[in-house]
């Protein structure tokens, strides 16, 4: 098999899902290309590596991100990432809508996000993507 080549995109995500979500879009990517077990350990490292940028640059849970990592399936098929050109889009929230005022909201506010988001969850359980 020749080498293959690509990115691969996570689409919008909160930060706090985002291993879920690469888990996912690794499987549709690569199934059927490599082995079921090369996936499982591509996006592993991918994830690890991912966090440690995410910790890296201080992104907090409650953002939104987009991520895209170039790879290549190797002639042995192998996963391989293109770490020097991974790209983290990250959108902040920046504004509040309540009821009929809308309000900027700062960087530091930012943890109120969080707590309610905490508190609808515990309320109706996770969402569903």
């Known amino acids: ?5 690509g990115v691969i995109r996570s689409g919008l995500v909160r ?12 499987f ?3 199934k059927g290309a490599v082995d079921n077990q090369e996936i499982v350990r591509a996006a592993a490292e991918l994830n690890m590596k991912l966090f440690d940028l995410i ?4 992104i907090q849970k409650n953002y939104i991100i987009r991520i895209e990592v170039p790879y290549k399936i190797t002639a042995d098929n192998k996963i391989e990432w293109d770490y020097d050109n991974v790209k983290i889009e990250v959108f902040v929230p920046t504004v ?3 009821g009929n005022e809308v309000r900027l909201v700062e960087a530091a506010e930012s943890e109120k996000f969080e707590n ?8 109706h359980g996770e969402e569903e993507e």
């Not at 098999?1 to 080549?5: E, F, I, L, P, V």
């Not at 910790?55 to 201080?58: A, K, M």
């Open 55 to 58: 910790r890296e640059h201080n």
């Open 28 to 30: 549709a990517t690569f």
């Open 15 to 26: 930060a706090s899902g985002y291993a879920n979500k690469i888990r996912r879009v690794a």
């Open 96 to 98: 509040v809508i309540e």
């Open 116 to 123: 309610t988001y905490e508190e609808y969850e515990a309320e």
């Open 1 to 5: 098999m020749a080498t293959r080549k």
